[in-house]
């Protein structure tokens, strides 16, 4: 009984392993896209600043065969701001300028 499924999945593990890849990123596709959608559900005008986020960018070099490239990605600025939305407390976050980012502090009002 043992040397029969060994058999099988000497034959099929690769399979399996394509099916079980495959449904791990059709979930975390679904994961980020519904954490989009809910997000822009939650837009608000004004609400309290509970999260700020900088990513301070980078550049990237890479080679191949066309020749060499350099990517520069800026930095960007966000905030998470808490309010209300049809009776509901949501939570937004959206892009910022860095003058913005700068501007205000984590518990502060922030206005659209």
Known sequence: ????????????????????????????????????????????DSGVIVDKYMDAGRTHYSSDKNGEHLYSYPPSYSFTIRGEKDGEVVEYTFEVSAEEYGAYKIGEVYHR
């Open 1 to 44: 009984m043992l040397s029969e499924f060994l058999e099988w999945w000497d034959e099929h593990w690769c399979n399996i392993a394509m099916i079980v890849l495959t449904a791990i990123v059709i979930v975390m596709f679904t994961a980020i896209l519904g954490g989009a959608i809910e997000n822009e559900s939650n837009r608000i």
